[in-house]
């Protein structure tokens, strides 16, 4: 069945560096979607790509969808405390499912 | 924007009981609903697929007659754990679709999850 896998699996940061996560999924998606789960909490979305190479900007989030559909990454720029937490990718291949990834789990240190 | 409530957002039971959880969509819709199970510090798992009037469609490896899933009207999804024991002690969220049910494009919105424990 569908896989998705995330990497790193942990990352460790100063407050200021960047960070990026990178998704990689077995089959084909039709769309990628983000989410962000804070310690205790569940998950919230952060954005949707559909089209193919497809870059989204939200103020320090920048999210990529590869050419192939295959792959995504969420990249942060000079990180904050706030941004601590779990990022999720999920992605719809041609049914209604949405399969998780296996997260990142960042830790920013002040 | 959507909400969607998910109730009890904590419970404890005695081993063999059942326990019913509740995911209402509030202010939309929702034809589908998804039922995840989360492990600590893992990811989210799909467990079934909750469709309004018709049977819910499980995973490889989910037993239905164990995890019983309704969906009897399009607010409202139930998932009872019938028969609890420690092992089915997790975080379960549910997540509703806004949208039409061929839209595959829709964001899900997830309710708050209800922590089980079984003692």
């Known amino acids: 069945g569908q896989q998705v896998m995330q990497i790193p699996q942990y990352q460790h940061v100063q407050e200021g560096e960047d960070f990026t996560t990178y998704c990689n999924s077995s089959?084909?998606?039709?769309?990628i979607q983000w989410y962000k789960q804070r310690p205790g909490g569940h998950p919230v979305f952060l954005i949707q790509l559909v089209k193919s190479g497809e870059v989204k900007k939200q103020k320090r989030l920048t999210f990529q969808f590869g050419e192939a559909k295959k792959n995504s990454s969420l990249h942060i720029t000079a990180t904050q405390t706030t941004d601590v937490g779990t990022y999720f990718c999920?992605?719809?291949?041609?049914?209604?499912?949405?399969?998780f990834g296996t997260g990142t789990r960042l830790q920013v240190f002040p | 924007g959507a909400v969607v409530s998910q109730h009890p957002s904590r419970v404890i039971c005695k081993s063999g009981t059942s326990v019913k959880i509740e995911c209402r969509s509030l202010d939309f819709q929702a034809t589908t609903m998804f039922w995840y199970r989360q492990f600590p510090k893992q990811s989210l798992m799909l467990m079934a697929t909750s469709n309004e009037g018709s049977k819910a469609t499980y995973e490889q490896g989910v037993e239905k007659d164990k995890f019983l899933i309704n969906h009897a009207s399009l607010t409202l999804s139930t998932l009872t754990v019938t028969s609890a024991h420690p092992e089915d002690s997790s975080f379960y969220i549910c997540?509703?679709?806004?949208?039409?049910?061929?839209?595959?494009?829709?964001?899900?919105?997830f309710g708050n999850g209800t922590r089980l424990t079984v003692t």
């Open positions: 999920a992605g719809r291949g041609n049914t209604d499912k949405l399969i």
């Open positions: 997540s509703a679709k806004q949208g039409a049910r061929a839209s595959y494009n829709s964001p899900l919105h």
């Open positions: 089959t084909t998606l039709s769309n």
